[in-house]
């Protein structure tokens, strides 16, 4: 079974930092772009940051440019993203994704809360 599991949520004040994880079991991480996706309360779903296989490259939405940095670790089959200066609007569901050609994973999410 393919699975991706998230992990490091929780509930931080404005400006603080977390770092999530991406556990990936049943597949190897090599072959697929990874990102992070989020939807905050009462927002549409967006995607947040990717990275690329092959070259590693990577995307960053504009509001989080400079603030969050993603990276992967294939032969641990682990992904990150390490969130800095969080604000108030990140706050939201953050999913892993895995997608290689028609090949989507998907994690079940987990919740990030900023606020004072």
């Known amino acids: 079974q393919l699975q991706f599991v998230e992990s490091g949520g929780g509930l931080v004040q404005p400006g603080g930092s977390l770092r999530l994880s991406c556990a990936a079991s049943g597949f190897l991480l090599d072959s697929y772009t990874l990102g992070w996706f989020r939807q905050g309360p009462e927002k549409l779903p967006e995607g947040v940051s990717c990275?690329?296989?092959?070259?590693?490259?990577?995307w960053y939405r504009d509001s989080v440019k400079g603030r969050f940095t993603i990276y992967r670790d294939n032969p641990t089959r682990m992904m990150y993203l390490q969130m800095d200066k969080l604000k108030s609007d990140d706050t939201a569901v953050y999913y892993c994704?895995?997608?290689?050609?028609?090949?989507?994973?998907w994690g079940q999410g987990t919740q990030v809360t900023v606020s004072s």
């Open positions: 990275i690329r296989a092959g070259d590693h490259s990577t």
């Open positions: 994704h895995a997608q290689f050609d028609a090949d989507e994973i």
